[in-house]
T-cell receptor, first 111, second 112 residues
Framework: DAMVIQNPRYQVTQFGKPVTLSCSQT?????MYWYQQKSSQAPKLLFH???????NEADTPDNFQSRRPNTSFCFLDIRSPGLGDAAMYLC??????????FGPGTRLTVT | AQSVSQHNHHVILSEAASLELGCNYS??????LFWYVQYPGQHLQLLLK??????LVKGIKGFEAEFIKSKFSFNLRKPSVQWSDTAEYFC??????????FGAGTRLTVKP
């Protein structure tokens, strides 16, 4: 049974065209994360939500925004994607900072 | 700066060789420690974790890791690797504040 679901699995967008990635979870976890992973690199934390509290990493570009309308859903908005934003975007959840469960990721291509 | 360090970028082994991948962290205080594996084209999967108790933890697929608090280390080991262990391995540290940090990863290639 899928626990952390990411849609779409593959997303192609044009340079500068806003794009939204979706994540949902069936675990009822209070913490949701967004990571960016480029090829052969470690996942880089962009931000996380603890319940409704938003925590942005200091080096996350303003181009990246997030919304969490309820416990189950979290969205990653990229306002003006650049070529350098092409990556795998990973959503993860945890129950107050213990084990994390990762989704399968959305691979973003920017043309 | 506080960080998670994986010293080996790429490790190449023959089947049946023993494996040890190093992981060191620089955070103080209580930490939770993890090893994740990412097979080619797949998402991150948890291999094993340490929260407290016995510092030698056993995970899936014959992997184990030892937490040495005095050395701030959490090295991953496997006595005999298989070709199917070819993957990227990530060490991760959670500082009980919902902040999970990953090391740069170690690519393991096992030659048949």
């Amino acid at each position: 049974d899928a626990m952390v679901i990411q849609n779409p699995r593959y997303q192609v967008t044009q340079f500068g065209k806003p794009v939204t990635l979706s994540c949902s979870q069936t675990l009822n976890h209070n913490v949701m994360y967004w990571y960016q992973q480029k090829s052969s690199q470690a996942p880089k934390l962009l931000f996380h939500y603890y319940d409704k509290d938003f925590n942005n990493e200091a080096d996350t570009p303003d181009n990246f925004q997030s919304r969490r309308p309820n416990t189950s859903f979290c969205f990653l908005d990229i306002r003006s994607p650049g070529l350098g934003d092409a990556a795998m975007y990973l959503c993860a959840t945890s129950s107050s900072g213990t084990m994390m469960y990762f989704g399968p990721g959305t691979r973003l291509t920017v043309t | 700066a506080q960080s998670v360090s994986q010293h080996n970028h790429h490790v190449i082994l023959s089947e049946a060789a023993s494996l040890e991948l190093g992981c060191n962290y620089s955070y103080g205080g209580t930490v939770n420690l993890f090893w994740y594996v990412q097979y080619p084209g797949q998402h991150l999967q948890l291999l094993l974790k340490y929260f407290s108790g016995d510092p030698l933890v056993k995970g899936i697929k014959g992997f184990e890791a030892e937490f040495i608090k005095s050395k701030f280390s959490f090295n991953l080991r496997k006595p005999s690797v298989q070709w199917s262990d070819t993957a990227e391995y990530f060490c991760a540290v959670n500082r009980n504040n919902n902040d999970m940090r990953f090391g740069a990863g170690t690519r393991l290639t096992v030659k048949p």
